[in-house]
């Protein structure tokens, strides 16, 4: 998988520089950080999900144990 370095980076914002001009710049920089966070509150909030499903998992098969171990 290629890694982007820094001077990839410097050429990708000179050239956002100028096709949007330096006016609009900032304003893409916020909407792409907004775009950005709401996607990792996204992705937190599935993995919270997951972690939460796995953890009431384990509880069920602790509780399904103790019941089959009452019944021997």
């Keep these: 998988m290629p890694t982007i370095g820094w001077f990839e980076i410097l050429i990708v914002v000179a050239i956002a ?5 330096p006016k609009d710049f900032p ?3 916020k909407k792409a950080g907004s775009w950005i966070g709401s996607a990792k509150r996204y992705v937190n ?3 919270n999900e997951v972690s939460n499903l ?3 998992e384990e509880k069920i098969d602790n ?6 171990k009452k019944d021997e």
Excluded at 17 to 21: E, F, H, K, T, Y
């Design 54 to 56: 796995e953890i009431n």
């Design 45 to 47: 909030n599935i993995q």
């Design 27 to 29: 304003v893409m920089l």
């Design 17 to 21: 520089i100028i096709v949007l001009g």
């Design 63 to 68: 509780e399904i144990k103790k019941e089959i």
